[in-house]
């Protein structure tokens, strides 16, 4: 993809601060970092979101981040991380190409947890959480 920013990084075309590279996967500081050591893990081929992701190339993105988590805390002496992924427009992804998230966390930083990313809590019924979780089992 000529004008995706990521892909342009995996060619080096952009410069990037890279920790991480391999066949499949690459990992580089955040340009605009929310906290010291915030990390993008990403596949080296252009898929937009987790949904277009191959099966294996998942796999390798998933161990990347694991591998990667533990060392980009320790590198920054972080008391923990939220890893995470922005997954289309709708939920914050602002560059069209799937980057995991690594932003390491200090006690008393300020930030959120998770739970804070969604708007108001929903007020479902047993019902309802019956019918959810039916549907995503089926539509596996
Ligand atoms: P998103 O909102 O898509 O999940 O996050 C995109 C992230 O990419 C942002 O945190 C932003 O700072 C980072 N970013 C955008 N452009 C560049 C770039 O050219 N180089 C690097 N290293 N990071 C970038
Ligand atoms: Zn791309």
Avoid: W
Wanted: proline share 7%; charged share 25%.
């Amino acid at each position: 993809m000529d004008d995706c920013i990521f892909c342009q990084i995996v060619d080096g075309d952009i410069p990037s601060r890279t920790v991480y590279e391999d066949g499949d996967v690459m990992a580089f500081l955040d340009a605009n970092p929310l906290a010291p050591g915030h990390t993008l893990v990403i596949p080296k081929d252009h898929h937009e979101t987790l949904n277009d992701l191959p099966d294996d190339t998942a796999a390798e993105v998933f161990a990347a981040l694991h591998d990667l988590t533990p060392a980009v805390e320790a590198a920054v002496d972080a008391d923990g991380s939220n890893v995470a992924f922005n997954n289309g427009a709708a939920a914050g992804q602002e560059v069209p190409h799937v980057h995991g998230h690594v932003v390491p966390r200090f006690e008393d930083d300020g930030g959120n947890p998770i739970h804070a990313v969604a708007g108001q809590r929903p007020d479902l019924s047993d019902d309802e959480l019956d019918g959810i979780a039916a549907d995503i089992e089926a539509e596996r």
